[in-house]
């Protein structure tokens, strides 16, 4: 699940026919759910991918706006395929990267490196843009230079890292802030806000699994693609064949509870990431001689402390000020991976000596913004998911005291993470659903995923989520960094993949490393 900035969004803080020919992939002879067969029954039209050449098959299948409301509005979902390498699938695999708000559109385009090789050789990959995200009727909110203001509001005025202690002005501000980024959602996407929840997206799901043919569901779920695969067997345990749920989600968690948990997952990566640091040669953080992490961390704290009075200078030419709150976000944005730590500590050395750019840089990986370019609808989608699917608290109080209690645990910008979670005191009561209790009652073997320091979705919640699903079957990655399939670990590419291809899975608490 993607995190951003400080106090506004830390918290929130990716062929059978020739192309142009009508497939024969509807769900000939499967009974659909009530009112649904002509979605289910749909020919699929794949054609080829605009100037990508290399075998990738695009289409839209329709789904309705509402389940409960089939006649009416339609929506449409973009799908990409890349069909199996050897010609002879056996069936497809759905792909899910996260987010939520992440392209499953974009994630098959990186199949080459992002799946194995013998995935690729057994399946049709296909991914899907979820409703509401990239080219599947997104839902949009503010403008470029709105959300630049958004995700660049610093709501602390002195310095200070613990924003719990915002002053009624600065709440007040912060309030307002959030208020006009949820009525900018209902002015521009308003009739889809109230269907954003995962229930319709799991939904969604198995009607591409009807019209792709497959009379039972092969997936593989990344971060909040977990919980969207979950409660897909949650709702349809019979069509489970298997489920690789890579980076768990704890499914009884809403948006607050879930940055509290992230305060300090985000912490022991941090930890991780000063200990690796002041073992190198040349440390950024090592300055006027720091030589333990604690001196190192007060570096980095005081580095925070100046950006906020006075923020950092950059070559971007765009306007945005680095300050705390973009700092923070670079930092949450490298703490994903260790593969970005070197790039992290080259920003940091840049930063104390005045210069912002390249935080700027990471901050704006995090939200898929590219120089001169309108941000991806990442950050719109993401919210509006994470509001609709739990009730949240409607009272500014409970943020207030959560970002005291994340203080405790995470000084550095634990107390962001938690007002990061502030929109979703102000969403729609309407667009708000009770949450699903996820079990799964009758479902084939489930693998859940998790890494012991995974920073964004902390390794106790993969152990309640395979503790809750009836036939949940925990394989443990011990390492850092967010998600475990293809970050390194033969053990689990292997373990993973045998069970999609085989559907068998292996001994429950089975450990890689």
């Known amino acids: 699940m993607k995190r951003g900035s400080r106090c506004v969004a830390l918290a929130m803080v990716v062929s059978l026919l020739a192309a142009g020919c009508a497939a024969d992939s509807g769900q000939q002879g499967q009974s659909a759910p009530a009112g649904l067969a002509t979605f289910y029954e749909q020919q699929v039209r794949w054609r080829g991918c605009g100037d990508d050449a290399a075998g990738f098959e695009c289409a839209t299948v329709e789904v309705p706006l509402d389940y409960d409301a089939p006649e009416g509005e339609r929506l449409e979902i973009a799908v990409k395929r890349l069909p199996a390498a050897d010609g002879h699938a056996r069936g497809s695999l759905l792909v899910n990267p ?116 497959d009379t039972a569901l092969t997936y593989l779920g990344k971060s909040y693609g977990t919980y969207l695969g979950a409660v897909y067997a949650d709702l349809f345990p019979e069509r489970v064949r298997a489920l690789a749920l890579d980076g768990a989600i704890d499914p009884n968690l809403n948006q607050l509870q879930m940055s509290l948990h992230q305060a300090e997952g985000f912490t022991l990566a941090l930890e991780a990431f000063i200990d690796d640091c002041l073992s190198l040669r040349r440390c950024p953080l090592a300055r006027g001689g720091a030589t ?92 509006a998911v994470n509001c609709s699917d739990h009730p949240n608290p409607r009272d500014i109080d409970a943020y207030a005291d959560a970002a005291a209690e994340a203080a405790e645990i995470a000084p550095l910008f634990g107390p962001s993470l938690a007002w990061g979670a502030l929109p979703c005191a102000y969403w729609p009561a309407e667009a708000t659903v009770e949450p699903v209790q996820v079990d799964a ?62 559907a068998e899975p292996p001994e429950d608490a089975t450990v890689c490393r």
Do not use: K
Request: aromatic share 6%; proline share 4%; glycine share 10%.
């Open 98 to 213: 996260g987010g939520p708000g992440g392209s499953g559109v974009d994630y098959v385009s990186v199949a080459g490196s992002a799946l194995s090789e013998r995935l690729r050789a057994e399946f049709d990959i296909v991914g899907f843009d979820p409703r509401g995200v990239g080219e599947s009727s997104p839902v949009r909110c503010l403008d470029r230079d709105g959300l630049d203001d958004y995700l660049g509001h610093d709501a602390g005025s002195d310095g200070d890292s613990a924003v719990a202690r915002l002053t009624p002005r600065e709440r007040a501000e912060l309030a307002q802030v959030n208020r006009e980024f949820v009525e900018a959602c209902e002015r521009r996407s308003g009739e889809l806000l109230p269907h954003m929840d995962t229930v319709s997206t799991a939904r969604d799901m198995d009607v591409l699994r009807g019209v792709l043919g």
């Open 441 to 502: 009652p009758g479902a084939a073997p489930i693998l859940v995923v998790g890494t012991t320091r995974d920073p964004a979705t902390p390794y106790q919640w993969a152990q309640n989520l395979a503790g809750a699903l009836e036939s949940g079957v925990l394989l443990t990655h011990e390492s850092g960094g967010h998600t475990a399939y293809r970050s390194g670990s033969v053990c689990v590419d292997e373990t993973v993949d045998t069970y999609l291809i085989e």
């Open 292 to 383: 333990t992490a604690e001196q190192a961390t007060a570096n980095l704290s005081d580095l925070l402390v100046a950006a906020q009075r006075e923020p950092l200078a950059t070559t971007m030419g765009d306007g945005r000020e680095v300050n705390r709150t973009r700092v923070e976000t670079a930092l949450i944005s490298a703490l994903y991976n260790e593969s970005y730590w070197p790039r992290a500590r080259d920003a940091l050395a840049d930063a104390f000596d005045g210069d912002g750019t390249a935080l700027l840089r990471l901050a704006d990986q995090l939200y898929d913004r590219e120089p001169g370019e309108d941000y991806e609808n990442t950050t719109a989608a993401l919210i």
